[in-house]
C-alpha cells in the first residue's frame, strides 16, 4: 500500500513537471499557428487530458477571438473540472456567445449529476461571467435564480459578482434588486457606483444619476463620461458641457470615449471654441487616428457652419467609414452645396463603402438644395432596389420638399397618398 501510495504521488509529479515545461511556451503565445504546434506536441505526449494545459489552451483562443478552437479543446476533454469550465464560459461571455455560455454553466451544474462523474460545483470565479450573460441577453428571471443560488453558497460577499448583479439588474429594469445588492455591499468601489449611475442615464433618470454622481466618493473617467452621454442622450447639452468642463477643472483629461461623447453638444449648442479645443487637444494626444473622433468632429464643424474645416478634416481622414461620408454628405447638403454632396455621393460608391439610410437623407437633401428632383427620385429608388433600404418617413418628407420646390405639386401629393406609413406635420408642412 505504502508502495502503490508513493508511485501515485511520483506519477502526479512527473505529470504536474511535463505540464509546466509548456508554460514558458503558451504564455510567450501570440499567433494561432503557435499555438496549433504547441497543441500537437501537447497530444504527442499525451496531455490533451489535461485540464491544466487545456485551460490555459483556452484562454490564448479567448485572447485570439478563435472561439471554435476553444470549443473543440473543451469538448474533448472526458472529465473537464471548474477550471476548464471557468475558462470556456469566460471566453463565450468575453466574445458575445451569451447564450453558449449559459448552456455550459447549466452543463456544469448537471454534470456532477450524471453516474461515474466527479462532482463539479460552480465557485467565485464561475458567477461574474454567467451573470454577465444573463446581463447580456436580459434574463432577469434566470439572473434573480443565479443570484438566489450565489446566496445559498456564501458567495455574495464577492466584490466582482456584487457588481455583475448590479449591472444585471440595472440592464433588466430591476432597480429595487441593484440597489439592494449596492446596499447590502461591504466594500462597493467605483464599478459599484458607475453600474447605478449608468442604469439611470440608460432610463434618461438624470437627476438620480447626478444624485449618485455627487454622492460617489471616488470618481473615474467612467463616471463622468457616463454623465456626458446621459445628458447628451436626453438633448441637455448644456448640462453634457458643464460636466466636460468641470471634469477639467478636477484634473481629469479628457479621453477618446468623453470627447467622443461631448462633441454632440458642441454640435448643437453651437459651441465652435470648445470644439476647436477638442480638436487641438486630440491632435496633440494622437486622437486623429481614430474614425470615430474625426466623424464626431467633421459633425461639429459642419452644424457650426465651418463647412470648410469639416471637408479639410474629411479629406485628412485615412480610413473613411460609411459614418464619415454620411456626416459630410450631409453637412454640405444643409449648406446648400448640393453638387458636391452628389459628387462626393459618387466618390463614395466608387470607394465601395456601403450607404446606410442617413446617407441618403444627406444625397436626397443635397438634390433637394440644387433642384434637381429627376436625380432625387432615381437616388430615392437606387436606395430601395440597389441597397435594399426601406424607406422612413424622413426619406419622403425629403423627397416631398424636394418635388415640392421644383414645382411638382400634384406628383408631391400623390406620393404623400402612397406612403406606406402615416404623414405626419413635416410632411404637410413641407407640401404647403
Known amino acids: 500500500m505504502l508502495h502503490s501510495f508513493m508511485g501515485m504521488g511520483t506519477g502526479q509529479f512527473l505529470l504536474r513537471e511535463l505540464e509546466n515545461r ?38 490564448l ?30 471566453t463565450y461571455t468575453r466574445n458575445h456567445q451569451y447564450s453558449l455560455a449559459i448552456n455550459l454553466f447549466k452543463q456544469m451544474l448537471s454534470h456532477s449529476r450524471e453516474p461515474g462523474q466527479n462532482a463539479i460545483f460552480p465557485d467565485r470565479f464561475t458567477y461574474p461571467f454567467v451573470i454577465k450573460s444573463c446581463s447580456g441577453l436580459l434574463l432577469h428571471h434566470l439572473g434573480l435564480q443565479i443570484h438566489t443560488q450565489i446566496c445559498k453558497l456564501g458567495f455574495k460577499s464577492h466584490c ?11 440592464k433588466c429594469d430591476d432597480l429595487r434588486n441593484a440597489y439592494k445588492v449596492f446596499e447590502e455591499m461591504t466594500n462597493r468601489d467605483a464599478i459599484s457606483w458607475n453600474s447605478l449611475i449608468f442604469g439611470h442615464t440608460r432610463l434618461g433618470q438624470m437627476d438620480s444619476a ?11 473617467i467612467v463616471s463622468w463620461t457616463t454623465m456626458i452621454t446621459g445628458y447628451c442622450r436626453i438633448d441637455y447639452y448644456t448640462d453634457a458641457l458643464d460636466i466636460f468642463r468641470e471634469m477639467q477643472m478636477v484634473g481629469i483629461e479628457p479621453d477618446e470615449i468623453s470627447i467622443t461623447s461631448v462633441l454632440p453638444a ?23 487616428q481614430k474614425t470615430g473622433i474625426c466623424n464626431a468632429l467633421v459633425e461639429m464643424y459642419a452644424k457650426c ?15 473613411k467609414d460609411v459614418i464619415s461620408w454620411s ?84 406628383r408631391a401629393l400623390d406620393m404623400i397618398l402612397k406612403m406606406p406609413m402615416k404623414p405626419d406635420s413635416r410632411i404637410w408642412n413641407s407640401l404647403f
Open 160 to 170: 466582482i459578482t456584487e457588481n455583475a448583479l448590479i449591472d444585471m439588474y440595472m
Open 327 to 410: 456626416s459630410m454628405i450631409g453637412g454640405l447638403a444643409n449648406h446648400g452645396r448640393g453638387y458636391e454632396a452628389i459628387e462626393l455621393f459618387q466618390d463614395m460608391q466608387k470607394a465601395q463603402v456601403v450607404p446606410n439610410g442617413i446617407t441618403f437623407l444627406g444625397v436626397l437633401s443635397a438634390c433637394s438644395h440644387a433642384g434637381l428632383w429627376n436625380e432625387g427620385l432615381k437616388y430615392f429608388d437606387v436606395m430601395r432596389v440597389n441597397y435594399h433600404i426601406v424607406p422612413e418617413i424622413e426619406h419622403y418628407g425629403c423627397l416631398v420638399d424636394l418635388l415640392g420646390r421644383s414645382g411638382c405639386l400634384d
Open 22 to 59: 509548456f508554460v514558458p511556451n503558451l504564455t510567450n503565445c501570440v499567433k494561432i499557428v503557435e499555438l496549433n504546434k504547441i497543441h500537437a506536441q501537447i497530444v504527442k505526449l499525451s496531455l490533451s487530458q489535461s485540464n491544466f494545459l487545456v485551460t490555459k489552451m483556452v484562454d
Open 61 to 90: 483562443c479567448d485572447n485570439f477571438g478563435n472561439l471554435s478552437y476553444a470549443t473543440l479543446l473543451f469538448e474533448q476533454l472526458v472529465e473537464p473540472n471548474v477550471f476548464s469550465y471557468n475558462a470556456i464560459i469566460r
Open 210 to 220: 447626478r444624485e449618485l454622481f455627487d454622492e460617489m466618493p471616488c470618481r473615474t
Open 305 to 319: 457652419g465651418c463647412i470648410d474645416e469639416a471637408r479639410h478634416l474629411f479629406d485628412q481622414l485615412v480610413d
Open 266 to 288: 458642441c454640435a448643437q449648442l453651437g459651441a465652435l471654441e470648445v470644439g476647436k479645443w477638442i480638436h487641438m487637444y486630440s491632435d496633440k494626444k494622437g486622437f486623429l
